[in-house]
């Protein structure tokens, strides 16, 4: 019980307070919803001196919708997300998206942010942030400064963020009046475990098509031969075929302990299909309700 | 470095110096008697560790002692206070545990989910207690359990409607 690494603790009151015991301080990592960074000191890899908690930061916390953006501050827990009411009426796939993350205890500590700054290869929302073009904000020694969804997950548990930065919210760009999404996640069983596939399809006017992917790739990553492919097309049976080929060279899927890499390409291509065509329907104003297990 | 927190634990004010690596968990059944939330897999995976923080279901596991300061957890001592609670008694009536390792962290999401959604479908049930594993019962009892109290809440709420209407 309990765990052996010794570190302070602190709990600022203020952004750059808090960004101040960053950079005064060698060895920090940062505590938001905990349910990553507790785990990761119990068992390593995360070794901090010292933690840092923000939740007293209230700029960090809220949802907020103007000029066309959705805003999620970066206190905002899986759980808010799936309470908020301006997120099921602009980016339903998001909340389609939190309900599957975890469980329900879990969901009412975890944050969006932190889930992105885990970058964990499976984590639940890097497929959508990718779809959306969402931009991250981060504030630091050097100020405020924005990164571009395509440019925040570099690697395996590697991110854009610097030393001493806070990731303080995630923008997501309304794209089009009018939109259908799906997101789906594949895990071993109903119930909390971590995704073996992710993918993420949103349809827009004009039959413009944008296709994510999560846990089959070092990175989250929008599929751009497919999306090139399906560009100005209605796709028919023909059409999906070819792009569920185009999957075998878009996504780099592993063998690990939740499943093989040729399960994973397999299914990668089952869920691309149900998820096309969910948002397909959803872009007319039918098909199943957000939420509703695809796979 | 010891840390003084003050929180309300099951409607009283407690205060102490904690660690800042102790988890709630750890101050919970070591420091302060509470011994219903189970030391499972640590992880936050289980569920044997639940409690309620400011009212939302939560995994004492994964939260450091020093957070709670000015907070309010309740576990299950506390909501069997004045008695046990309905949700218990159909435990019991229902043969919902056996070893009972699950069976607080269980009633505390039961709980919680009937409180948001007091006519659950079977697979609301079973997705609010997706963060629960039990090694026993294969769930049917516990998901029986759940579905009896709501019936029988629904039942008396029909009853009092209809007594109004007199």
Not at chain 1, 268 to 282: E, G, P
Not at chain 2, 25 to 44: A, F, H, M, N, Y
């Amino acid at each position: 019980m309990g765990f052996a690494k010794e570190f302070e603790y602190f709990k600022p009151t203020g952004l750059k307070e808090a960004v101040s015991l960053l950079s005064a301080h060698r060895n920090t990592a940062i505590l938001a919803g905990g349910t990553d960074l507790v785990v990761e000191i119990k068992g390593g890899p995360a070794a901090p001196d010292v933690v840092v908690d923000i939740k007293g930061l209230s700029e960090l916390a809220g949802i907020s919708f103007s000029g066309n953006v959705l805003r999620i501050g970066a206190l905002v827990t899986f759980t808010q997300l799936l309470q908020s009411e301006v997120v099921r009426q602009f980016f339903p796939v998001l909340q389609e998206m939190a309900a599957t993350v975890a469980s329900g205890a879990v969901r009412n500590r975890a944050t969006m942010a932190g889930n992105i700054c885990s970058a964990v290869p499976c984590m639940n929302s890097g497929p959508v942030m990718c779809l959306y073009d969402a931009r991250v904000t981060l504030f630091g020694p050097r100020g405020e400064r924005t990164v571009a969804a395509r440019d925040w997950f570099t690697g395996v548990r590697r991110t854009a963020i610097q030393e001493s930065e806070i990731l303080t919210s995630i923008a997501f760009p309304v794209p089009a009046p009018r939109q259908g999404a799906c997101f789906v996640k594949l895990g071993r069983y109903a119930g909390e475990d971590l995704a073996q596939v992710l993918v993420a399809v949103l349809v827009l006017p004009g039959h413009q098509y944008r296709v994510g992917f999560g846990a089959v790739a070092p990175v989250p990553l929008r599929a751009a031969r497919i999306e090139a492919l399906l560009q100005g097309k209605v796709p028919d049976g023909a059409l999906i075929r070819a792009a569920q080929d185009l999957i075998d060279i878009e996504i780099a899927p592993i063998t690990d302990i939740r499943a093989g890499k040729e399960y994973r390409l397999h299914m990668a291509k089952v869920m691309f299909k149900r998820a096309l065509t969910a948002a397909l329907q959803r872009f007319q104003g039918a098909g199943p309700a957000y939420g509703t297990p695809l796979i | 470095m010891l840390y003084e927190i003050t929180f309300i634990l099951n409607g009283e004010e407690r205060r102490l110096g904690v660690q800042p690596n102790e988890t709630l968990l750890d101050v919970l059944r070591r420091k302060l008697g509470i011994t219903s939330p189970k030391v499972g897999c640590e992880r936050g995976d289980c569920g044997a560790c639940t409690v309620k923080l400011n009212g939302l279901l939560v995994k004492s596991c994964l939260i450091l002692a020093v957070e709670v300061n000015g907070r309010e957890v309740t576990t299950i001592e506390g909501l069997m206070a004045k008695g046990l609670t309905p949700l218990q008694e159909m435990f019991m009536a229902k043969n919902s545990f056996q070893c009972g390792y699950c069976a607080p962290g269980m009633i505390l999401a039961a709980d919680d989910l009937l409180l948001r959604n007091p006519d659950p479908s079977d697979h609301q049930i079973k997705e609010a207690l997706a963060g629960n594993l039990c090694r026993c019962t294969g769930y049917e009892p516990i998901i029986e359990a759940i579905k009896a109290v709501a019936a029988n809440t629904k039942a008396s709420a029909g009853q009092t409607r209809g007594g109004n209407n007199e």
